[in-house]
């Protein structure tokens, strides 16, 4: 299939994944001229694979986001794009990483019907840590790590066979715990994500906010489970992608109970 297409008018959503006969997002924008006189198109992030256009109209400050990732498959390239004037930056972000990570290869389709879904013990010993100046957090052996996928996710860790991983964003902000977690929960209902289950409780001492989300991907329920939380006034927020089954959940659970602050000066 060349193309596939999908949208949700209650949030101004399209998601589009075609494949391309260009080398590179540049040469494809190039050829396709994807700008419009009566819109102002700023580029705030760019790489050889991700092009994120934040798209503003007139003096009433208008404004959408159009992201673009390409990706190469069997001597192919696919891009995906995401595009909405409701949805925020982040959830656009976990929308395409989503939907990146699960395009494979034929070859590593047919690699992955020999995995079965590891729910023993052994899926659930975090023997590596990921550590920063600020934290440290335990992740299974063969898991991988990916820093700065994009301007707003620190790292990305998780294990490709199975779709499944973590993102932690951290950054600093003056608004409470709470304000964020209304404001978070507000996009995420306009975007029309579901909120299945919202509780209280500690991060390594610290009040957090634990989410559970279900968004419909071209008519595929996915769910995320989202940690949300402070430490004086830098915000952390650490999500798990294409939640299936309830050891994804456990395992998830123990990676959080992993989680700890570093003593800084």
Same mark, same amino acid.
């Given at each position: ?25 540049? %040469? ?7 700008? +419009?006189?009566? $819109? /102002?198109?700023?580029? !705030?992030?760019?790489?050889? #694979? ?103 996710? %620190? ?7 199975? +779709?499944?991983? $973590? /993102?932690?964003?951290? !950054?600093?902000?003056?608004? #409470?715990?709470?304000?964020v977690n209304a404001e978070g929960n507000e996009n995420v209902r306009q975007a029309g994500i579901r909120i299945l289950e919202e509780k209280q409780m500690k991060v390594d001492g610290a009040k957090c906010y634990r989410a559970i989300h279900e968004i419909t991907i071209q008519g595929q329920k996915v769910k995320h489970i989202s940690y949300t939380f402070k430490k004086g006034d830098m915000l952390y927020n650490i999500k798990f992608g294409s939640v299936k089954t309830k050891a994804q959940e456990n395992l998830a659970s123990n990676i ?10």
């Amino acid at each position: 299939m060349n193309v596939m297409s999908f949208e949700n008018k209650n949030s101004n959503l399209i998601i589009v994944i075609q494949r391309i006969s260009e080398n590179s997002i540049d %040469e494809y924008i190039r050829n396709k001229d994807i700008t +419009n006189n009566t $819109f /102002t198109y700023n580029l !705030f992030q760019f790489s050889d #694979t991700t092009s994120f256009y934040k798209i503003t109209r007139g003096s009433n400050m208008w404004s959408a986001y159009d992201l673009y990732m390409l990706k190469r498959l069997d001597g192919s390239n696919y891009l995906v794009q995401v595009s909405s004037d409701v949805i925020g930056q982040s959830e656009m972000i976990d929308m395409i990483k989503h939907i990146y990570l699960s395009m494979k290869s034929k070859d590593a389709e047919e690699e992955n019907v020999a995995v079965v879904a590891s729910e023993d013990e052994e899926t659930f010993l975090l023997e590596k840590t990921y550590s920063t100046p600020f934290y440290s957090i335990k992740y299974p052996k063969q898991w991988q790590v990916q820093e700065h996928l994009d301007e707003m996710t %620190e790292v990305y860790i998780g294990y490709q066979p199975d +779709n499944f991983g $973590f /993102t932690i964003v951290r !950054f600093e902000t003056d608004y #409470t715990l709470s304000e964020v977690n209304a404001e978070g929960n507000e996009n995420v209902r306009q975007a029309g994500i579901r909120i299945l289950e919202e509780k209280q409780m500690k991060v390594d001492g610290a009040k957090c906010y634990r989410a559970i989300h279900e968004i419909t991907i071209q008519g595929q329920k996915v769910k995320h489970i989202s940690y949300t939380f402070k430490k004086g006034d830098m915000l952390y927020n650490i999500k798990f992608g294409s939640v299936k089954t309830k050891a994804q959940e456990n395992l998830a659970s123990n990676i959080i109970d992993s989680f700890q602050f570093k003593q800084t000066r």
